[in-house]
């Protein structure tokens, strides 16, 4: 169907451009930058309609209260770095509708992840905190490795907000006129090395536990999101927000589906994302393209800063997310409305805030803290795929179904299959990693299932998640041992 409306427009644009090279907006002044077809304009009313789009995207959703502690996460590409100038001009005394939150930037380095030397590392550290410097914020500049000295739950206790409650935020606001002058507190700099040389160490031995890009790529997101989500929650922020623009997210979209990411899709790629309970996550970058932003930050001169990712130079079938990546680009090329259409499904994708909050702790996925998919009847899709999965393995089915319980009475040369259920319970040495895996697996929803699958050891995953695990585990034997004494539900 795009492709008709394509192939009109194409039709129609030698004529136009003959009859109009003026803004669509003012119509006086010539057009400088055509966003897409029919879409023409000068300098001032582009920048006007680029800061409308973000300021009427935080008013539409009306999660950001008035006096608000607000993290912007920056990793210094242009879509963040965007989102930090938008930030910055919607703060200051002359905008028009001013924006009424506390921010503070946070920059996570994942240098050691990808084997970057200390020096690279430290000097794209000096770079970003120049670049934060400038905008007066307080700024929180971490290394990846932070996540190995989490201890705490990542999850928090949710606190699902009235529609009222805005309202009386901002009326609480303007009585009092909380101040938005805001100070700098910078970690960076302190006596203290930077990072420890065996922190660097326990990541890298993390990153190469993953065989494939594909699920090392997984783990880094994952494990820059707990870092971020732990920062917040630390230092007093009640919101995060992350610059994914509808490119990115069009790309995150069509890569969660194949990779089995289908139920998380909402939170995934919406507006706000609450699955931390307190701490919630908003995208407001998330209307505009790719090209959009590229524009924007060129004619307006908006700094930002090259860091490399898993997949920088790297082969275009490296990665499922690479590969889709590539796929889309393509795409949009030859079909202009491509990351458009993808991203209007997004759209479409919601699911109630409410519901996904009040779900219980141990029904939530380890990795990914979405609520757990993987409880379905016998007679299903995804019982069928795990059956097809053992069968091509040689493994005996009924055995080891790796979801029901094991029982640690049937034991374990002759099945090949092993008895040690629990991450103590390891008198037993045969078959102990296949244990480990199946283990955390029952904790796991499908897609971070499939993660896991492609890592050579779980033991070398952050301390957190390890011990949320063994929790639950001894939680869900407590359970099972006082079953006989508990009423049904
Ligand atoms: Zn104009
Ligand atoms: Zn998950």
Request: net charge positive.
């Amino acid at each position: 169907m795009c492709q008709v409306t394509e192939e009109y427009h194409q039709d129609l644009e030698p004529e136009r451009r003959s009859v109009s090279k003026k803004c669509v907006k003012c119509k006086e002044v010539l057009a400088v930058v055509v966003i897409r077809a029919g879409d023409k304009y000068c300098r001032d009313c582009f920048d006007q309609y680029f800061r409308h789009k973000f300021r009427a995207m935080l008013g539409k959703n009306r999660i950001i209260f008035p006096g608000e502690k607000v993290l912007l996460a920056v990793s210094g590409g242009p879509s963040s770095s965007s989102m930090l100038h938008q930030v910055q001009e919607g703060l200051s005394q002359s905008a028009h509708k001013r924006l009424r939150f506390l921010p503070g930037i946070i920059y996570v380095d994942e240098g050691g992840a990808l084997g970057q030397s200390m020096e690279e590392r430290l000097l794209t550290v000096a770079k970003m905190e120049d670049m934060f410097k400038a905008t007066g914020f307080p700024c929180h500049i971490l290394p990846l490795e932070q996540v190995l000295d989490i201890t705490s739950s990542v999850l928090g206790p949710s606190s699902p907000q009235p529609a009222s409650a805005y309202k009386a935020a901002v009326d609480h606001f303007i009585r009092n006129d909380v101040s938005t002058n805001v100070t700098s507190d910078k970690e960076v700099g302190t006596s203290q090395p930077y990072v420890l040389e065996s922190k660097t160490h326990s990541l890298r031995q993390l990153m190469d536990s993953a065989k494939t890009l594909t699920a090392r790529e997984d783990l880094i997101s994952l494990l820059r999101q707990r870092v971020l989500v732990h920062t917040a929650r630390c230092e007093g922020y009640s919101k995060v927000m992350l610059g994914d623009s509808c490119t990115r997210l069009a790309v995150k979209l069509l890569s969660s589906i194949s990779q089995g990411r289908g139920a998380h899709l909402a939170q995934d790629t919406g507006f706000s994302d609450c699955r931390y309970g307190d701490i919630i996550s908003v995208r407001p970058m998330r209307d505009y393209n790719a090209k959009e932003i590229a524009y924007y930050n060129h004619m307006f001169h908006v700094p930002s800063i090259f860091t490399p990712n898993l997949h920088t130079k790297s082969k275009e079938k490296s990665s499922l997310q690479h590969l889709t990546e590539s796929f889309v680009n393509k795409l949009q090329v030859d079909f202009p409305s491509t990351v458009s259409t993808i991203y209007r499904t997004s759209e479409k994708l919601q699911t109630a805030c409410k519901n996904s909050s009040s779900v219980d702790h141990c029904e939530r996925c380890l990795l990914c803290m979405c609520s757990l998919d993987t409880a379905f009847e016998p007679a299903s899709a995804f019982q069928a795929t795990i059956l097809s999965d053992h069968l091509s393995q040689n493994k005996s089915v009924g055995a080891n179904s790796g979801f029901q319980r094991q029982n640690p009475g049937s034991c374990c040369k002759d099945t090949g299959q092993c008895c040690a259920t629990t991450f103590e319970d390891r008198s037993c040495s045969y078959g102990q990693r296949l244990a480990d895996a199946t283990d955390l697996r029952r904790w796991l929803c499908y897609s971070c299932q499939l993660t896991v699958k492609d890592m050579s050891s779980v033991d070398v995953l952050p301390q957190c998640i390890l011990s949320e695990a063994q929790r639950r585990q001894r939680r869900s034997r407590m359970r099972d041992e006082i079953s006989d004494f508990l009423l049904d539900d």
